[in-house]
């Protein structure tokens, strides 16, 4: 398989697992910014793949190290760890998210590694579509974002640019390994994924659905991925499995 095909692989771990990690400020160790992503210092989170063959899982690990507050913006330092488990057990990657959050809109970058196809980890860096204040999260509510995923393996290098377009579908009730949420807020995202320039460029859609709780953040997300042409190419769904640090808000 190619160093390209790896570097989609890694651009879809980044966008898929990396890019949308909890975010927000938890009212006991930080001034309030956004309830659907909390930045507790010493919070932890672990996502399970639910859709990985019975004898393979992958757990995604994150910890916020630290948060800071300057001229009315919130920052959080996470450092985020994906392993698979089961018979073969072994790390896949791993880096660090950095959260902004001013006036209650988030924005994300990462910095980190993602296993390519050959085996080997690719270097990411990434600045990733924000998410708007709590206040206009609201049934119906929508907008666009955009981002930016850069890649490296050796001394190939690969960017994807994304386009987001998300709308809020309302307030659900959600189960997850880690509870049971009866007010989850749900969004769903159309995002175009478009790697290189000029006439080689690869383009791919994916439609991803997340469930956010007040006071906890993601805690379940379903994401399909679609060729131009749309053919499915990849599924992946992950739930939340625990965390410590928390407290879901009414």
Not at 40 to 52: C, I, M, P, S
Not at 70 to 89: H, K, N, R
Not at 175 to 202: N, Y
């Amino acid at each position: 398989m190619s160093v390209r095909r790896g570097h989609r692989r890694a651009t879809l771990l980044v966008v898929a697992c990396l890019g949308l990690a909890p975010a927000g400020c938890s009212a006991r160790t930080a001034p309030s910014c956004n309830p659907y992503f909390p930045m507790a210092e010493g919070a932890t989170w672990a996502y399970r793949d639910l859709r990985r063959s019975g004898d393979t899982s992958v757990e995604r690990r994150l910890a916020v190290e630290s948060v800071d507050r300057d001229d009315q913006v919130v920052t959080a330092v996470l450092s985020q760890a994906v392993s698979t488990g089961g018979t073969a057990p072994g790390g896949t990657g791993g880096g660090r998210t950095i959260l902004r959050c001013s006036g209650g809109a988030v924005a994300t970058s990462v910095e980190g590694t993602a296993k390519a196809a050959s085996g080997a980890s690719a270097r990411v860096r990434a600045e990733l579509p924000g998410f708007p204040a709590a206040d206009r999260l609201v049934s119906g509510y929508e907008w666009k974002s955009e981002g930016r995923v850069e890649t490296q393996d050796g001394y190939d290098r690969s960017t994807t640019t994304i386009r987001r377009e998300s709308r809020v579908d309302g307030f659900f009730p959600v189960q997850t390994s880690a509870g049971s949420f009866p007010g989850a807020l749900r969004v769903t995202s159309i995002e175009t994924l478009r790697t290189g320039d000029g006439p080689g460029a690869r383009e791919a859609r994916q439609e991803v659905r997340e469930w956010y709780v007040r006071g906890v953040g993601l805690v379940k997300r379903d994401t399909r991925l679609a060729d131009a042409s749309g053919r499915e190419q990849a599924a992946s769904a992950e739930e939340l499995v625990r965390f410590e640090g928390l407290r879901a808000e009414p």
